[in-house]
């Protein structure tokens, strides 16, 4: 089997892998029936662009600095799974008002009919409950 032929059905493979992601992402933000379940839709929605931009980044790393591509399957599931958990904890530290999953959040509840000053009174709300 031809190396180039396994680098190009590894990148189809997670091409199918990220559409099926965005197409899970869709539906659980539709079937979302309250606050925190469309919340957590929109964390991981920002959890998914953080992954895509780290491994963007991991990506260009090795365009500059001209090294093969020589890794294992193995090394690869790790570093995707590490790049999963830094995109997690970039979504967690960052969630505040003007965060991405706070504004998808909030337009969400607008498009629901939801006024934003009572969006903001559930919000500050929960956050005192959770001290």
């Given at each position: 089997m031809d190396i180039a032929?396994?680098?190009?059905?590894?990148?189809?493979?997670?091409?199918?892998?990220?559409?099926?992601?965005?197409?899970?992402?869709?539906s659980d933000a539709k079937k979302a029936q309250t606050d925190e379940e469309m919340m957590e839709a929109c964390?991981?929605?920002?959890?998914?662009?953080?992954?895509?931009?780290?491994?963007?980044?991991?990506?260009?790393?090795?365009?500059?600095s001209g090294e093969e591509d020589s890794s294992s399957q193995q090394v690869d599931y790790f570093m995707d799974t590490a790049i999963t958990d830094v995109a997690k904890k970039l979504t967690e530290q960052n969630l505040g008002p003007n965060s991405l999953a706070m504004q998808m959040f909030e337009q969400m509840k607008r498009n629901q009919g939801i006024s934003s000053?009572?969006?903001?009174?559930?919000?500050?709300?929960s956050q005192e409950d959770d001290l």
């Open positions: 032929n396994t680098k190009a059905m590894t990148e189809y493979a997670s091409s199918l892998a990220q559409a099926r992601n965005t197409d899970m992402l869709r964390k991981e929605f920002e959890t998914y662009l953080w992954e895509q931009v780290v491994k963007s980044m991991k990506d260009s790393t090795k365009v500059f000053e009572e969006l903001m009174e559930k919000i500050n709300n």
